[in-house]
């Protein structure tokens, strides 16, 4: 069974800054994709990033882009000149290729301070 | 394009009382998703339907929970009885479903409160 760990319940940073929020995962399977959803104070889930396992390129979204260790199962976020919008719940989520089951960690709660 | 549209947002009821929740997912998607969020859990897949079918139930809790999906444009997500342990925001989502993507598109979320 696929696990998905987020070791940072809570992070802060302060405006303009960078921040960089932890991953890892565990799982035997060779081909899959990792994202990373943000949950706004609204609720609503929203795909931040996405990347695919068999690409050796960090995957890359404006201000947020990825560090993706495939050796070591660890798949972090930065997110460069923070603004208050990204104050959120952020998630990393596995999904095994060919399915459309999507495991989720239990989140990291970033605040963005003025 | 609407989104993901759930109701009620919001549900409070007593325990024992049957509930209902609703989803219509975007129109084209294949695959439909029911989520339930709590603090001690986060966020758990309850079961998925990939063109009306039941795929993958192994995460409903028990008995008392079913979920059906009569058509391609709906689905309902049923706790009878309900019990407090219940209370949680529940997140429908839906996807092409063509299992290379991944993206799921979620729904604002039913928070339900069993007392």
């Known amino acids: 069974a696929q696990t998905v760990t987020q070791s940072q319940p809570e992070m802060s940073v302060q405006e303009a800054e960078t921040v960089t929020l932890s991953c890892t995962y565990d799982?035997?399977?060779?081909?899959?994709?990792l994202f990373w959803y943000k949950q706004p104070p609204s609720r609503q889930m929203i795909l931040v990033i996405r990347q695919e396992a068999y690409k050796q390129q960090n995957a890359t979204e404006n201000r947020f882009s990825v560090n993706f260790q495939k050796a070591a199962k660890s798949f972090s976020l930065k997110i460069s000149d923070s603004q208050l919008g990204d104050t959120a719940m952020y998630f990393c989520?596995?999904?095994?290729?060919?399915?459309?089951?999507?495991?989720f960690g239990t989140g990291t709660r970033l605040q963005v301070f003025p | 394009d609407a989104g993901v549209i759930q109701s009620p947002r919001h549900e409070v009821t007593e325990m024992g009382q049957e509930v209902t929740l609703r989803c219509k997912p975007i129109?084209?998607?294949?695959?439909l998703f029911w989520y339930r969020q709590t603090m001690m859990r986060g966020l758990e897949l309850l079961i998925y339907?990939?063109?009306?079918?039941?795929?993958?139930d192994s995460g409903m809790p028990e008995d008392r929970f079913s979920a059906k999906m009569p058509n391609a444009s709906f689905s309902t997500l049923k706790i009878q009885p309900s019990e407090p342990r219940d209370s949680a925001v529940y997140f429908c989502?839906?996807?092409?479903?063509?299992?290379?993507?991944?993206?799921?598109?979620f729904g604002e979320g039913s928070r339900l409160t069993v007392l």
């Open positions: 989502a839906s996807s092409i479903g063509t299992g290379r993507t991944g993206e799921l598109f």
């Open positions: 339907f990939n063109n009306n079918v039941p795929i993958d």
């Open positions: 129109s084209g998607h294949n695959s």
């Open positions: 799982t035997s399977e060779s081909n899959y994709y």
């Open positions: 989520a596995f999904m095994k290729r060919n399915t459309d089951k999507l495991i």
